[in-house]
């Protein structure tokens, strides 16, 4: 399983921005996929989870400025990410189980400026 984040960066508060995940070597349709966030002094957390029907949770920091989103046929997880928080800034990763095994994404940095 190989799992690809890309499209962090760095923006201005208020600013949006897309992160994407492609996922390889798994059968993407039938699993829950997942962002964490990483940020500075604090532990790793769940930002956003949506299962393979589509339905989906978010931790409240983020309800109503963040969305996740997936393409099963392009076997792709995205996160857009709307009015953002200088609070946001952190290391985001995709993830997923299978099997009773943790499989993560390397990491995509975004910075939010103030």
């Given at each position: ?7 962090g ?34 532990q ?24 996740i ?16 928080k ?29």
């Amino acid at each position: 399983v190989q799992l690809q984040a890309c499209g962090g960066g760095l923006v201005q508060a208020g600013e949006s921005m897309r992160l994407s995940c492609a996922a390889s070597g798994i059968i993407f349709k039938y699993i829950t996929m997942s962002w964490y966030r990483r940020t500075p002094g604090r532990q790793r957390e769940l930002v956003a989870r949506i299962s393979s029907g589509g339905s989906t949770n978010y931790t409240d920091s983020v309800k109503g400025r963040f969305t996740i989103s997936r393409d099963n046929i392009r076997r792709r997880l995205y996160l857009q990410m709307n009015s953002l928080k200088p609070e946001d800034t952190g290391v985001y990763y995709c993830a997923t189980t299978s099997g009773n095994i943790d499989f993560w994404g390397q990491g995509t940095q975004v910075t939010v400026s103030s």
